[in-house]
């Protein structure tokens, strides 16, 4: 697929045991239609073709010489996929239970397993031999296929689509063969499995397979045995599994076999494993091997969903939890700033709109963990020109109901005698007129902190900070910015949660508060009504949290994004708008730096944060001309 996404399946047929020939015919009907549906990756359960429940017919050259047999015939069913197929292999005197690697109509690899388990319903070491040399080779079909498990299978036209193979038990051993793999630089694992079923062993299975693909930061693609199986003492599920950095993309129902796809973002892993930057080339020495494969999927639709608000979790239970975690984050982080300064109160400036709202419940949440009254917050709303009635009286009331100290400074004089002195005409409503009014909302806050003995509690956003909308040395700065690394999707779900927690008559203003138009105020009203929209002039931040999660979080380039975009957002913003406000966001990402370069200390709560400090260093001036070329191509 396009835009380093692989189109991966788990298999699950129902077999006869030992009835190679019929299991074969059905191996082919999958291979048929995984490649129907453009999948490049194809991977079936452990001894799938003769089932794994053969017990000592396993020793029998009637099975093991019609399994050899069917998997040639299978092996010249695939084209242009990779295919991973359960079967028995003879190799000096020797039996192993492998994965046979298919493509190109050829078999060109088999993958042994490493540990194999001899308790409780398991004795496969009656059967089998474990692997746990180096790689070699074995004749099959007349010709020296390589052999081993140190086998990398990359492809030829997509680099970052490089497989590995292991099977069952290899990961539930305390040190599974697909960690070495991973080092060695395969980005999808495979496990070819026969793992029967018992009362709470999904649940353990599905939180194995996510924590290895964590773990290795890789795919990983669980194929599991099903119907068919012998039930003489096991049954088995089919549970076939795929996950990516330890999310599940998708799973299958429990005994219903079938075919189980998704698409895993090799690029994006990729990108994540620089990132971190524990992969090294040195471990790819040491005694992997290299196979070359072709996979030409055509699928060009992806199956797995994007998300629209990739910062904010599904399902109310789980995006209760995240904000109850997310809160109580800021108010430690801010807890403990109170603590080492010794500050006699913290100050607040409250515009009734959601970042400063945020920040005055985050405020009154860390003074009462420190057993302190709310009322040694200081809440200020400073209006001037561009107030509305509406936020004004938001900004009261929701100061009154949170039983902070309120303060109304109104600034309008004090900025009316600023333009007098720098000689600036008040009818003039350009930058200097708005952000005079930004900075002396700043001086206030600061002076009403140095009078008080406390420290000023910045608002700011962490979209506000990726588009550089604040003001420099105004709204820009404070002595801790507790939303620092909230984006501004978010922020509402938070606000929303602590609404329904306080509940009556605080619930209702911060319920206003969320209706209320994003907007700086800093232009006069029109009709009473806010006349400066935020989005109007930058962009829906629906579009720019998604742009920076997937640019900064997952290493997208510019068609990625977009791409990603059209499918998140379907028809709510056609293409034109997409790229409109994506050449607008790397603009003003790049060109705004310096304004991050130099931001006051605030905690981070996810995993995008831009601290100069810790998670973001770019110079200010770099170019963003690299980007926006590639944008103006599409």
Same mark, same amino acid.
């Given at each position: 697929?396009?835009?380093?996404?692989?189109?991966?399946?788990?298999?699950?047929?129902?077999?006869?045991?030992?009835?190679?020939?019929?299991?074969?015919?059905?191996?082919?009907?999958?291979?048929?239609?995984?490649?129907?549906?453009?999948?490049? #990756?194809?991977?079936?359960?452990?001894?799938?073709?003769?089932?794994?429940?053969?017990?000592?017919?396993?020793?029998?050259?009637?099975?093991?010489?019609?399994?050899?047999?069917?998997?040639?015939?299978?092996?010249?069913?695939?084209?242009?996929?990779?295919?991973?197929?359960?079967?028995?292999?003879?190799?000096?005197?020797?039996?192993?239970?492998?994965?046979?690697?298919?493509?190109?109509?050829?078999?060109?690899?088999?993958?042994?397993?490493?540990?194999?388990?001899?308790?409780?319903?398991?004795?496969?070491?009656?059967?089998?031999?474990?692997?746990?040399?180096?790689?070699?080779?074995?004749?099959?079909?007349?010709?020296?296929?390589?052999?081993?498990?140190?086998?990398?299978?990359?492809?030829?036209?997509?680099?970052?689509?490089?497989?590995?193979?292991?099977?069952?038990?290899?990961?539930?051993?305390?040190?599974?063969?697909?960690?070495?793999?991973?080092?060695?630089?395969?980005?999808?694992?495979?496990?070819?499995?026969?793992?029967?079923?018992?009362?709470?062993?999904?649940?353990?299975?599905?939180?194995?397979?996510?924590?290895?693909?964590?773990?290795?930061?890789?795919?990983?693609?669980?194929?599991?045995?099903?119907?068919?199986?012998?039930?003489?003492?096991?049954?088995?599920?089919?549970?076939?599994?795929?996950?990516?950095?330890? %999310?599940?993309?998708?799973?299958?129902?429990?005994?219903?076999?079938?075919?189980?796809?998704?698409?895993?973002?090799?690029?994006? #892993?990729?990108?994540?494993?620089?990132?971190?930057?524990?992969?090294?080339?040195?471990?790819?020495?040491?005694?992997?091997?290299?196979?070359?494969?072709?996979?030409?999927?055509?699928?060009?639709?992806?199956?797995?969903?994007?998300?629209?608000?990739?910062?904010?979790?599904?399902?109310?239970?789980?995006?209760? %939890?995240?904000?109850?975690?997310?809160?109580?984050?800021?108010?430690?982080?801010?807890?403990?700033?109170?603590?080492?300064?010794?500050?006699?109160?913290?100050?607040?400036?409250?515009?009734?709109?959601?970042?400063?709202?945020?920040?005055?419940?985050?405020?009154?949440?860390?003074?009462?963990?420190?057993?302190?009254?709310?009322?040694?917050?200081?809440?200020?709303?400073?209006?001037?020109?561009?107030?509305?009635?509406?936020?004004?009286?938001?900004?009261?009331?929701?100061?009154?109901?949170?039983?902070?100290?309120?303060?109304?400074?109104?600034?309008?004089?004090?900025?009316?005698?600023?333009?007098?002195?720098?000689?600036?005409?008040?009818?003039?409503?350009?930058?200097?007129?708005?952000?005079?009014?930004?900075?002396?909302?700043?001086?206030?806050?600061?002076?009403?902190?140095?009078?008080?003995?406390?420290?000023?509690?910045?608002?700011?956003?962490?979209?506000?900070?990726?588009?550089?909308?604040?003001?420099?040395?105004?709204?820009?700065?404070?002595?801790?910015?507790?939303?620092?690394?909230?984006?501004?999707?978010?922020?509402?779900?938070?606000?929303?949660?602590?609404?329904?927690?306080?509940?009556?008559?605080?619930?209702?203003?911060?319920?206003?508060?969320?209706?209320?138009?994003?907007?700086?105020?800093?232009?006069?009203?029109?009709?009473?009504?806010?006349?400066?929209?935020?989005?109007?002039?930058?962009?829906?931040?629906?579009?720019?949290?998604?742009?920076?999660?997937?640019?900064?979080?997952?290493?997208?380039?510019?068609?990625?994004?977009?791409?990603?975009?059209?499918?998140?957002?379907?028809?709510?913003?056609?293409?034109?708008?997409?790229?409109?406000?994506?050449?607008?966001?790397?603009?003003?990402?790049?060109?705004?730096?310096?304004?991050?370069?130099?931001?006051?200390?605030?905690?981070?709560?996810?995993?995008?944060?831009?601290?100069?400090?810790?998670?973001?260093?770019?110079?200010?001036?770099?170019?963003?001309?690299?980007?926006?070329?590639?944008?103006?191509?599409?």
């Amino acid at each position: 697929m396009k835009y380093g996404f692989v189109k991966a399946a788990a298999a699950t047929p129902r077999i006869r045991v030992v009835d190679v020939q019929y299991n074969a015919d059905a191996i082919i009907r999958m291979i048929g239609q995984a490649e129907n549906a453009g999948v490049e #990756l194809l991977v079936f359960p452990e001894l799938c073709l003769c089932g794994y429940t053969c017990g000592d017919l396993f020793g029998q050259d009637v099975l093991l010489g019609g399994a050899g047999e069917a998997l040639a015939r299978i092996a010249k069913a695939t084209a242009d996929m990779l295919v991973f197929v359960g079967v028995p292999l003879r190799r000096g005197g020797a039996l192993y239970n492998c994965a046979a690697v298919l493509n190109g109509g050829e078999v060109i690899g088999f993958v042994p397993k490493s540990n194999l388990p001899n308790y409780g319903e398991f004795y496969e070491k009656r059967n089998f031999q474990a692997w746990n040399g180096e790689n070699t080779t074995v004749s099959f079909g007349g010709k020296q296929v390589p052999f081993g498990t140190k086998l990398l299978f990359c492809s030829q036209n997509m680099r970052e689509f490089t497989v590995a193979a292991e099977l069952c038990e290899d990961l539930w051993a305390p040190m599974p063969p697909s960690a070495s793999h991973a080092l060695a630089g395969a980005n999808i694992l495979v496990n070819l499995s026969a793992s029967n079923e018992a009362a709470g062993k999904a649940e353990y299975r599905r939180l194995l397979v996510c924590a290895q693909s964590a773990k290795t930061v890789s795919g990983y693609v669980y194929a599991d045995a099903g119907d068919g199986e012998s039930t003489t003492d096991l049954v088995f599920s089919g549970h076939d599994l795929l996950c990516e950095n330890g %999310a599940v993309l998708a799973e299958s129902a429990l005994f219903e076999n079938g075919m189980t796809v998704s698409e895993i973002d090799v690029q994006m #892993l990729a990108f994540e494993r620089r990132r971190l930057n524990i992969f090294s080339e040195a471990s790819a020495q040491q005694g992997y091997r290299t196979v070359p494969f072709f996979a030409g999927g055509q699928g060009e639709k992806l199956t797995r969903s994007i998300s629209p608000l990739p910062f904010v979790p599904q399902g109310e239970e789980e995006l209760g %939890a995240r904000a109850e975690s997310i809160l109580a984050m800021q108010a430690a982080g801010l807890k403990k700033r109170i603590e080492h300064t010794g500050a006699a109160c913290a100050v607040v400036g409250v515009s009734g709109g959601l970042d400063s709202s945020l920040a005055l419940l985050v405020a009154v949440r860390a003074f009462k963990s420190l057993g302190r009254s709310p009322k040694e917050v200081i809440a200020v709303t400073m209006p001037c020109f561009g107030t509305t009635d509406r936020t004004r009286e938001n900004s009261l009331r929701l100061m009154q109901e949170l039983g902070v100290t309120a303060r109304t400074v109104d600034i309008a004089t004090a900025v009316r005698t600023h333009f007098a002195d720098i000689g600036h005409a008040e009818g003039v409503h350009n930058a200097a007129y708005e952000n005079a009014q930004a900075r002396m909302r700043t001086m206030v806050l600061m002076d009403i902190a140095n009078d008080n003995g406390g420290f000023v509690i910045g608002t700011g956003d962490l979209s506000e900070l990726a588009l550089g909308w604040a003001t420099y040395n105004g709204d820009h700065m404070s002595m801790y910015g507790v939303n620092a690394s909230v984006p501004k999707t978010l922020i509402r779900f938070l606000i929303r949660h602590e609404a329904k927690r306080l509940g009556g008559a605080a619930e209702q203003t911060l319920a206003d508060i969320l209706d209320t138009e994003i907007s700086p105020e800093l232009l006069p009203p029109e009709e009473g009504k806010i006349a400066q929209k935020t989005e109007e002039l930058v962009g829906p931040y629906e579009l720019h949290d998604f742009y920076l999660y997937h640019i900064l979080r997952r290493g997208a380039d510019p068609a990625k994004v977009l791409f990603l975009a059209k499918l998140a957002f379907g028809s709510k913003y056609d293409k034109k708008t997409l790229k409109k406000w994506l050449k607008n966001f790397y603009s003003r990402f790049f060109s705004q730096q310096f304004k991050r370069s130099c931001l006051p200390d605030g905690v981070k709560v996810g995993s995008v944060a831009l601290s100069p400090r810790g998670d973001w260093r770019m110079p200010s001036d770099a170019s963003a001309a690299l980007w926006l070329r590639q944008l103006e191509k599409l």
